[in-house]
């Protein structure tokens, strides 16, 4: 096995190692001297890739596409052409001088198109009425921040409030506390939508979740349970739909509501009630 393989083997088991919530597989195939660099993303949802810089090798160029320092690998692609080399003399030996370290997020993190209009359901059942306990840019925990804490009791059904494709599910967790430090321990599942946007509903019940990564869920189907883990000053449902952005720096985006009979949608306001008529 040469240098190069060695490389890359390392580099990229010691990042699928530590990353082990990200089903994908950066691998490589050699035909004579030709080495291609492939990604396959076993999820049905896209990642973002993002590069350090170029490969820098000795003896060796790429060919085809130029590397993309920043890629997005849509969901269920298998065999994706990163990158592909040959030698500048076959009579020498080439290498890898660097593999360019990369960040991967869930989502597309460059997309910058929403539906701003799309109306979104009340996230539980037919004839409940919830408090809206915490607004957008709330004063507790809500600063800077476009989420809604929906007051209810531990068990509550969640339903969702739009469909979309589950993308994480964290339901290990029976700890809740007023202190920020809980944040950790707060359980949720994480929803993409056909726009790219991604909902979060958190302060699940432990064992709560009635879908697992990678479902297709329908709008109003029931997800999970309330509850009051992590950091909660009492049992809710927390719920946040943002943009992903490059380092984390994610927008949260206000969401229009239907409420009533459903004919009517606005966007809820801490301190008012909500009654769900449809």
Known sequence: MNKLIVILILAFQSFLYAQTTLNFKIYYQKKEDTITLLVDNQDPFPY???????????????????????????????????AQFVPLSINKPFEFKKVPKFIISKGNIWNTNYEENYEYDLPYKSKEIFLVAQGYNGSLSHQNQNALDFEMPVGTEVLAAREGIVMEVKQDSNTGCTDKSCAKYG?????????????????????????????????????????????STGP??????????????????????????????????QGNKYKKNY
């Open 187 to 231: 359980n949720y599942i994480k929803i993409i939508h056909r726009d790219g946007t991604i909902a979060d509903y958190y302060h699940l019940k432990m064992n709560g979740s009635k879908v697992n990564a990678g479902d297709t869920v329908q709008k109003g189907q029931t997800i999970a349970l309330s509850g009051n883990t992590g950091w």
């Open 236 to 269: 809710h449902l927390h719920f946040m739909c943002y943009q992903p952005r490059p380092k984390g720096r994610n927008i949260s985006l206000k969401t229009l509501f239907r409420i009533n009979n459903g004919k009517e949608s606005k966007y809820l306001i």
């Open 48 to 82: 973002s890739f993002e590069f350090d810089g170029q490969p820098i090798g000795e003896n060796m160029r790429s060919i085809g596409e130029h590397f993309a320092t920043n890629c997005v690998i849509e969901g269920n692609t298998f065999k994706k052409r990163l």
